[in-house]
Nanobody
Framework: VQLQASGGGLVQAGGSLRLSCAAS????????MGWYRQAPGKQREPVAI???????NYADSVKGRFTISRDNAKNTVYLQMDSLKPDDTAVYYCAIPGRSWGQGTLVTVSS
């Protein structure tokens, strides 16, 4: 399954963006899917994950601000990002951990 991330862009602090991750095939039987990010000069880190039945987990830095969801009918995983901060600036990747990574979409949050 190939993944295509989209929805990144430039936003002011306090603003919102929604990232989408479209899969080339069905995600119905895929367990965990997630969003990761890599800021300049830093290692890639997990942001949010969701399993097949919708149970989610978030990095402490984004809890209460980001929401991950999945639409199996559309083979798409979303990341709603609210109350964005400059520290959220990074390339965001969607992934099926251990199997497949998308190409990344850049999110830039200006102060």
């Amino acid at each position: 399954v190939q993944l295509q991330a989209s929805g990144g862009g430039l936003v002011q602090a306090g603003g919102s963006l929604r990232l989408s991750c479209a899969a080339s095939g069905s995600i119905f039987s895929i367990g965990v899917m997630g969003w990761y990010r890599q800021a300049p000069g830093k290692q890639r880190e997990p942001v949010a994950i969701i399993n097949a039945v919708g149970i989610t987990n978030y990095a402490d830095s984004v809890k209460g601000r980001f929401t991950i969801s999945r639409d199996n009918a559309k083979n798409t995983v979303y990341l709603q990002m609210d109350s964005l901060k400059p520290d959220d600036t990074a390339v965001y990747y969607c992934a099926i951990p251990g199997r497949s990574w998308g190409q990344g979409t850049l999110v830039t949050v200006s102060s």
